[in-house]
Nanobody, 114 residues
Framework: QLVESGGGVVQSGGSLRLSCHTSGFVFEYHAMSWVRQAPGKGLEWIST???????IYGDSVKGRFTASRDNAEKVLYLQLNNVKTEDTAIYYC??????????RGQGTQVTVSS
């Protein structure tokens, strides 16, 4: 099970931290991803974090977002800094199963106001 939290309304240039609490599988063995879906658009991959904490990011968020994980607590994080209005979307944590990332949580809404 994947349960995201931490979304909300934030002003452009602000910061937010999303969490994804997991259960029901051996978290530390899995690479995990963050994806998002903006209104009227398709799913966009944002980041993947491997079991060892190494990360890769999509170009649209590179340098602004940081993914991390706590294997002991089985929690995944996404730190959003310097957010832009185009970051408005529903954010999901997911098993790293590109391209569709079908195994994901219910999502948390992030709205960036100008």
């Amino acid at each position: 099970q994947l349960v995201e939290s931490g979304g909300g309304v934030v002003q452009s240039g602000g910061s937010l931290r999303l969490s994804c609490h997991t259960s029901g599988f051996v978290f530390e063995y899995h690479a995990m991803s963050w994806v998002r879906q903006a209104p009227g658009k398709g799913l966009e991959w944002i980041s993947t974090i491997n079991f060892d904490g190494s990360t890769i990011y999509g170009d649209s968020v590179k340098g602004r977002f940081t993914a991390s994980r706590d294997n002991a607590e089985k929690v995944l994080y996404l730190q959003l800094n310097n957010v832009k209005t185009e970051d408005t979307a529903i954010y999901y944590c997911a098993f790293n199963e590109p391209p569709h990332y079908t195994s994901r949580g219910q999502g948390t809404q992030v709205t960036v106001s100008s």
